[in-house]
C-alpha cells in the first residue's frame, strides 16, 4: 500500500512527488471490438441450423421490399412523391430491423427507413406521406411504436436513448432500435447519443447503415475509424460488424444486440455493411461520383439472391412458394400505386390546430384569415372570376 | 386563483428558492415529472435551483447527465415521447446553443408533425441575461432565437412569486416550454410563503406592476425592477408610468398590452436583448397594428446595443438603466415639449 504524504511535505526539501493515484480501464475493452470481418451466415455451416421458417420469411419480406422500393421509385417519375431515398440493395437491414423487435419496442427511423417502417407492418400509404407531401407524419407513431420518419441527420437517435431510458426507469420491458447511416456518425447527435446510452445503460440498438455514401460523399471522407463499429468502444459499448446483404446474418446480430438490451446488458453498435445501389435519391446523379463498375460489384452481392441460393440449397425455394411471393409482392404493389394515384385530401385549416395543445391569439387571427382567403377563394371559382388555367405564352 | 395567506406566514425568499420549490412540489405531485441536466444532482445546479432534489427524489428524479446539451434535450425528447414530463437544467443562455437544432427540429415540432400524437410536455430552464460580471458567453439574452420558432413558449419571470407560479405552469404545459430565469434576478427577495404558494394565472397572461396614466412601460424577467425604478423617477418629471410585466413572451398578451397603451397613448418597450431583430421589434409592431389610432408618439425601444454582449467591467454601459429609459420617455412627443418649444 501506497503512503501519501501528508500535504504540505513536497514543501520540504529533498522529499519526491508521491505516484500517481491508481488507474485502470474502467471496462475491459476486448470484448466490445467488432470482429475483423462482418460476419455472414447465408452459405456457411451457420446458415444450415437456422429455423426454415425463418429463411422464408425473410425471402417474402426481401422481395416484397424490393417491390416497395421499386414502386415508389416509379411513383417519383409519375409525380405522385416529392422525393424518393431508395433502400434498394439495403432490403436485409431495412426487414431485419423491423423483424428483430416486438410489438411493445420502438423503432426509430430516418428517411431512407421508410421499407423497415413498412415491414413493421405501417401501411405504405402512410410510410410514404412525408415523401408525398400531404403532412410530415402520415401516422401516429403510437400505434405500431414507429417514431417519425427523421430528416435531420442522427438527431433520432437521443430520442431512442431516452425512450427507451423512460421505458426502463418505469420498469417496461422495451427495446428502441435507431436507424441511422454511415454519414450520420459524422454529426455530433450520433457521438452524444452513444455517450448517453453507455453511460445510462439504455437498452438501445444502434443501427448503422454503411452504404458507402452520404449523398455523394464516400466512407473515407467521412471518417479514418478502422470501422464504424469500432467507434462503440470509445463509449464502452460492443460494436459489431455484419454483412449487410446478408438477411440471415443481419437478424442474428441484431436479435443478439436486442436480446442484451432486453436483459439489461446496455446498449449495442451494430455496423451493416451494405452498398445504396440507386442514386441518394431520384433527384441525384450517382454517375458523377463512382464508378458503374462498383455498382455491379455490388448487384452481384444482392440480398435476395444471396437468400435465394440459401433456400434453393435447402429445397425451400419451390416454384409455387417463389410464385405466390411475387404475387404478393405485386398486389401489394398494385394496392400502393393505386392509393397513391389518387389525389390526398388536403385541408389548410389543417395547418394551425396542431401546433399547440391551445391555439394562441395570434394563431387563431391567422386562421381566420386563411379561412377568409379560402371562402373568397371557393366564391370567386362558383362566380367563374378564376384567372384562365391556361394564358397564351410568347 | 391566490390564496390567502396569513401575513405572519410570509417570510424573506429568492427567486432561486422560489423555483426549487416549484420544482420540487412539481415532482412530489408528478412522478412523471423528471429533472435532467449538468450539475443538478449533488451539486444542485451552479446557481442551486435544483438543490437537496436527488436526495429527496432521488438520482433517477434528479439526473446528472453527461455534458452535452443537444445530448440532454435529445433524450428528453425520447423521455417526453414516453410520457415522462422532463424539466431540462440548461447551463448558461449560451451553453444552451448546442441543443438549438433539438429544440428547434423536435421539440418545437413534433406535436404538429403527428397531428398532436406526441405532444411534447417539457419545460426547458435557461439562466439568462447579463448584470452579474459574468465572463465571456454567460450573460446573452437569447430569447429572440426562441421567439423566432413557432411551437415554442417563451416565458419569463421577474418576481419571487411568479418564479414560482409560472415555472408550475409551464411545467404542467403540455407543450414546450422556454424557461427564461433572470440569472440577476436569483437572488432577488420578497415575502413569500412557501408554505402556501400563490398560483398565478395561466401561460399567456402578462401582469401590470405599476398603474400610469401617461405611458406605458412593457418589459420582462430582468429589466422589470429597472422599470420600476424608472417608474418611480418619473414622477419628479411629472411622468405617472405604467409598468407591464409580459411574463409570457409566447403566448403573448395583446389584450393586456394594448389595453395599457390605449389609455395611456404612449408606449416604451424595455429589454436586455439586441434591439435590432429583438422582441421589441415585435411588440412595437403589434402595439402599432393595433392600437395606432391611440398612439401620440411612436413606439420606442431601450435595447441593448447590436454589440455581442460586453465583458463585464463595461456591461452597466449595455444594459437598459433608469437614465436611458427616462432620456427615452422624455422623446414620446409630450404636450409640453412642444408648448415649450423642445419637442423635435
Redesign the interface.
Known amino acids: 500500500m501506497t503512503v501519501l504524504e501528508q500535504p504540505g511535505s513536497s514543501r520540504n526539501k529533498g522529499s519526491l512527488p508521491g505516484p500517481a493515484p491508481a488507474w485502470r480501464p474502467r471496462v475491459d475493452p476486448a470484448p466490445l471490438l467488432p470482429d475483423a470481418e462482418p460476419r455472414r451466415v447465408l452459405g456457411t455451416d451457420a446458415a444450415r441450423r437456422l429455423d426454415p421458417a425463418l429463411l422464408t420469411r425473410l425471402y417474402e419480406q426481401l422481395v416484397r421490399g424490393r417491390r416497395y422500393n421499386t414502386q415508389a421509385t416509379a411513383l417519383t417519375r409519375q409525380g405522385r412523391l416529392a422525393v424518393y431515398p431508395s433502400s434498394t440493395g439495403q432490403e436485409a437491414c431495412e426487414v431485419a430491423a423491423a423483424l428483430v423487435l416486438e410489438d411493445q419496442d420502438w423503432l426509430f427511423p430516418s428517411y431512407r427507413d421508410t421499407l423497415a417502417a413498412v415491414a413493421r407492418g405501417l401501411d405504405p400509404v402512410q410510410a410514404l406521406t412525408l415523401l408525398r407531401g400531404d403532412?410530415?407524419?402520415g401516422y401516429?407513431?403510437?400505434e405500431r411504436r414507429i417514431?417519425?420518419l427523421c430528416t435531420?441527420l442522427a438527431?433520432q437517435?437521443?430520442?431512442?436513448?431516452?425512450?427507451?431510458?423512460?421505458?426502463r426507469?418505469?420498469g417496461d420491458d422495451?427495446v428502441?432500435l435507431a436507424m441511422v447511416g454511415d454519414g450520420g456518425t459524422s454529426e455530433?447527435?450520433f457521438h452524444?447519443?452513444l455517450?448517453?446510452a453507455a453511460?445510462w445503460q439504455a437498452p438501445v440498438v444502434f443501427l448503422v447503415q454503411n452504404n458507402g455514401f452520404a449523398i455523394s460523399v464516400p466512407l473515407a471522407k467521412q471518417t479514418a475509424a478502422p470501422s464504424l463499429a469500432h467507434k462503440a468502444v470509445g463509449y464502452g459499448m460492443p460494436g459489431r460488424l455484419v454483412d449487410g446483404n446478408d438477411a440471415a446474418a443481419m437478424h442474428e446480430v441484431l436479435t443478439e444486440a436486442v436480446e442484451r438490451a432486453r436483459s439489461g446488458g446496455g446498449p449495442t453498435l451494430v455496423e451493416a455493411v451494405t452498398y445504396r445501389i440507386e442514386a441518394h435519391t431520384n433527384a441525384d446523379d450517382a454517375t458523377r461520383y463512382r464508378p458503374a463498375s462498383e455498382v455491379e460489384e455490388w448487384r452481384a452481392h444482392d440480398p435476395i439472391a444471396l437468400l435465394e441460393r440459401e433456400l434453393a440449397s435447402r429445397d425451400l425455394l419451390s416454384d409455387e412458394f417463389v410464385a405466390a411471393t411475387r404475387d404478393g409482392a405485386e398486389a401489394m404493389a398494385a394496392d400502393l400505386r393505386e392509393r397513391m394515384n389518387q389525389d390526398p385530401v388536403l385541408d389548410p385549416m389543417?395547418l394551425f390546430?396542431?401546433?399547440?395543445?391551445e391555439e394562441?391569439?395570434?394563431l387563431r387571427e391567422q386562421a381566420a384569415q386563411l379561412r377568409a382567403e379560402l371562402a373568397a377563394e371557393a366564391a370567386g371559382s362558383t362566380e367563374g372570376r378564376d384567372e384562365p388555367a391556361q394564358e397564351a405564352r410568347p | 386563483m391566490t390564496t390567502t395567506v396569513p401575513a405572519t406566514a410570509r417570510k424573506p425568499a429568492t427567486m432561486a428558492q422560489a423555483l426549487t420549490r416549484a420544482l420540487h412540489d412539481a415532482m412530489a405531485e408528478d412522478p412523471a415529472v423528471h429533472v435532467m441536466g449538468e450539475d443538478v444532482g449533488a451539486l444542485g445546479g451552479v446557481f442551486r435551483v435544483t438543490d437537496g432534489l436527488a436526495e429527496k427524489f432521488g438520482d433517477d428524479r434528479c439526473s446528472d447527465t453527461p455534458l452535452a446539451e443537444a445530448g440532454i434535450l435529445g433524450t428528453a425528447v425520447g423521455m417526453a415521447m414516453y410520457g415522462l414530463r422532463p424539466v431540462v437544467e440548461m447551463q448558461f443562455d449560451a451553453f444552451a446553443y448546442p441543443a438549438f437544432e433539438q429544440l428547434v427540429s423536435h421539440v418545437a415540432k413534433m406535436r404538429n408533425r403527428t397531428r398532436g400524437a406526441l405532444p411534447m410536455p417539457l419545460t426547458i430552464r435557461i439562466p439568462y441575461g447579463g448584470g452579474i460580471g459574468g465572463v465571456e458567453h454567460h450573460s446573452d439574452s437569447s430569447e429572440a432565437y426562441y421567439l423566432a420558432t413557432p411551437g415554442l413558449q417563451v416565458v419569463t419571470p421577474a418576481t419571487v412569486e411568479d418564479a414560482y407560479g409560472l415555472l408550475r405552469a409551464a411545467i404542467a404545459s403540455d407543450d414546450p416550454v422556454v424557461f427564461l430565469e433572470p440569472k440577476r434576478l436569483y437572488w432577488s427577495k420578497a415575502d413569500w410563503s412557501p408554505e402556501a404558494p400563490a398560483q398565478v394565472a395561466p401561460l399567456g397572461r402578462a401582469a401590470i406592476r405599476r398603474r400610469g396614466a401617461d405611458a406605458t412601460l412593457i418589459t420582462y424577467g430582468p429589466s422589470l425592477p429597472v422599470c420600476m425604478e424608472a417608474a418611480e423617477a418619473a414622477r419628479a418629471e411629472g411622468w405617472d408610468l405604467e409598468v407591464i410585466d409580459l411574463r409570457s413572451l409566447m403566448p403573448f398578451d395583446d389584450e393586456t398590452v394594448c389595453a395599457s397603451v390605449r389609455r395611456t397613448g404612449r408606449a416604451v418597450v424595455v429589454h436586455e436583448a439586441h434591439g435590432f431583430g429583438g422582441p421589441g421589434g415585435e411588440i412595437a409592431a403589434r402595439i402599432t397594428e393595433r392600437c395606432f389610432h391611440h398612439l401620440e408618439a411612436p413606439v420606442l425601444r431601450v435595447a441593448g446595443f447590436d454589440i455581442p454582449y460586453p465583458p463585464p467591467m463595461l456591461e452597466r454601459h449595455h444594459l437598459p438603466g433608469v437614465d436611458r429609459i427616462l432620456d427615452t420617455v422624455a422623446r414620446l412627443q409630450w404636450e409640453s415639449d412642444w408648448i415649450d418649444g423642445r419637442g423635435e
Not at chain 1, 157 to 167: F, N
Not at chain 1, 353 to 357: K, M
Open positions: 403532412w410530415h407524419t401516429d407513431p403510437r417514431a417519425p435531420p438527431t437517435l437521443p430520442h431512442a436513448v431516452g425512450l427507451a431510458h423512460a421505458a426507469l418505469k422495451v428502441a455530433g447527435d452524444e447519443a455517450n448517453f453511460v389543417d390546430p396542431h401546433v399547440y395543445a394562441s391569439g395570434q
